[in-house]
């Protein structure tokens, strides 16, 4: 292809994506007149009938042209994947789409920009044609009635102009949070874009730890989205729901996903029990220093007797600090950090009942230095929680992880169960089957979904002897606990399921509720929950 053909290409491309975002524009500015014109006084030198006419014929002339105008950024949409990825990026920056990933990247974010035109598009016209049928119709009536029924009919027909202008505005009003979907950013909530950024941390965890800098797509995260603080909310809270949507490559028959709204259960009625969180933070410091994050907040609307967290990424010196800082009613914690790297893994156990016994680690010095598990007893139940370590970037840790890790948690958990039933909690890292992770077929290779570390997963722990709680009481839901932030996988809910609560078989039956708390942002982790009957 020459150069010319190549800039030719790239000018009608970027034409077409002009087009469906300025196209609504032109909508609710089309809309506008419309509705200005169906409140002023009917000429008297036109006849009543004529202005709904005239306005009828202009839609469906405008109708005929915007689906040329379809039809044709269809075609556009299967020659992006021909493209180098220089033209890719120089028609993104044309049509004002952040060039970002690679060709892969840029092929899928030109794909969802000009599908979220095509879709709104569709919607204006399938609008605009029912207003024109409905004006002809108005027409025909008033050739045939009376002044009176005229005069109904002009209303009528200002009505409609009304309801236009109102589906124009909803449209641009979608077609702005669609157009804030950007790659390689993780959604974090603001409390909002036009009002004043809070600074003070009332109700954090922790009020006097000195500022760490927060990591980079966190900060752009909070620049780039526009989040509302709800009512009865947590922050960060999103205020869109995008797990609610079935999003899986390979979706079988039945699936559905998961909606913490109509799926979780309210506590149980005068039965006692105990409520447990467990939530990978992805650094707790840099999450309590986001705007619009509020521990205490949390504490309160999920009313949690017991918090494990994993990934603190803090020193032995902060964890001292932390202790000092607990909100009121949580005064037992429980933490321990990685010896071997400053700043890595590390877990926690926070909570209101005081356990009768703590102790960190397996008791093997070779696992035992990167603060991966602290494990409490209370008076049913011994409760860990733990992070797994994963198989790493080209699966340099996998053997590790199937040979040694796993088998030495399976056995030390087993060992406790001699005693008393046992939940095995935290971020496991492992995608058990297709249905809790996004794409299976593209990720066989990937730590955390390989072959090796589902068998260990299934032979270690659920054939030994210990039950998924999620998808015993949700055998045919997609719910994912984890979204990557390289491809802002959390806005379309691409992600995948590696945090669990596994209990004893033995009292599985007393699980009331295991649920998933996708709402609450601030990690590329959500938490997930677990109410037990006593």
Request: charged share 25%; net charge positive; glycine share 8%.
């Amino acid at each position: 292809m020459s150069r010319m053909q190549c800039n030719q290409r790239i000018s009608n491309l970027s034409a077409s994506l002009s087009a469906n975002f300025n196209g609504r524009r032109k909508s609710r500015l089309k809309g506008s007149v419309a509705k200005e014109s169906s409140q002023a006084p009917i000429n008297n030198s036109e006849k009543p009938g004529e202005m709904g006419v005239n306005l009828a014929m202009d839609i469906k002339v405008d109708k005929m042209e915007s689906h040329e105008g379809v039809q044709e950024a269809e075609k556009d949409l299967k020659s992006f994947e021909t493209m180098t990825v220089q033209e890719l990026r120089v028609l993104m920056r044309k049509a004002g789409i952040p060039p970002r990933g690679r060709k892969q990247d840029l092929v899928s974010a030109l794909k969802h920009s000009m599908e979220s035109g095509l879709g709104q598009s569709s919607q204006r016209l399938e609008t605009e044609g029912n207003a024109a049928s409905m004006m002809e119709t108005g027409h025909h009536k008033r050739a045939t009635q009376n002044r009176k029924v005229k005069n109904s009919s002009a209303r009528e027909t200002r009505t409609l102009s009304h309801l236009s202008v109102d589906n124009v505005e909803s449209l641009e009003i979608i077609s702005e949070v669609s157009r804030t979907h950007e790659d390689d950013s993780h959604v974090v909530l603001t409390k909002n874009a036009s009002t004043t950024r809070r600074k003070e941390k009332t109700g954090s965890m922790s009020t006097d730890m000195k500022p760490t800098k927060v990591s980079y797509k966190r900060k752009a995260a909070a620049r780039e989205y526009e989040r509302v603080e709800v009512a009865n909310g947590v922050g960060p809270f999103m205020n869109e729901q995008p797990w609610t949507v079935l999003a899986h490559k390979k979706p079988q028959e039945g699936w559905v996903a998961y909606n913490p709204s109509t799926m979780r259960l309210p506590p149980p009625d005068g039965t006692k029990h105990v409520k447990i969180l467990s939530w990978n933070v992805n650094g707790l410091r840099a999450l309590l220093k986001l705007e619009g994050f509020s521990a205490l907040q949390l504490a309160q609307k999920e009313n949690f007797d017991v918090l494990c967290l994993q990934e603190t990424k803090l020193q032995e010196k902060d964890a001292e600090k932390f202790k000092q800082s607990l909100i009121d009613g949580y005064e037992n914690s429980f933490w321990t950090c990685s010896s071997s790297k400053l700043g890595y893994s590390g877990t926690a156990i926070i909570s209101r009942i005081k356990p009768l016994f703590v102790k960190y680690g397996l008791g093997l010095p070779d696992h035992d230095h990167e603060g991966r598990v602290v494990t409490v007893e209370f008076d049913t139940f011994f409760l860990i929680s733990s992070y797994v370590p994963n198989s790493g970037e080209g699966l340099k840790r996998l053997t590790y992880r199937i040979e040694q890790w796993d088998p030495s948690l399976s056995n030390y958990a087993k060992e406790l169960e001699k005693f008393k039933p046992v939940i095995l909690t935290g971020d496991l890292n492992c995608a058990h089957q297709e249905i809790d992770i996004h794409n299976p077929s593209g990720n066989r290779r990937s730590a955390g979904f390989t072959d090796e570390e589902r068998t260990s997963f299934r032979t270690n722990f659920l054939a030994n002897g210990f039950v998924d709680t999620f998808r015993r009481q949700h055998p045919g839901v997609v719910g994912y606990t984890y979204w990557g932030y390289r491809h802002g996988g959390r806005k379309t809910n691409k992600g995948w399921r590696l945090d669990y609560f596994l209990v004893s078989d033995s009292i599985a039956d007393k699980v009331h509720d295991s649920y998933i708390l996708p709402e609450i942002d601030g990690s590329d982790h959500c938490p997930i929950g677990l109410t037990l009957k006593l």
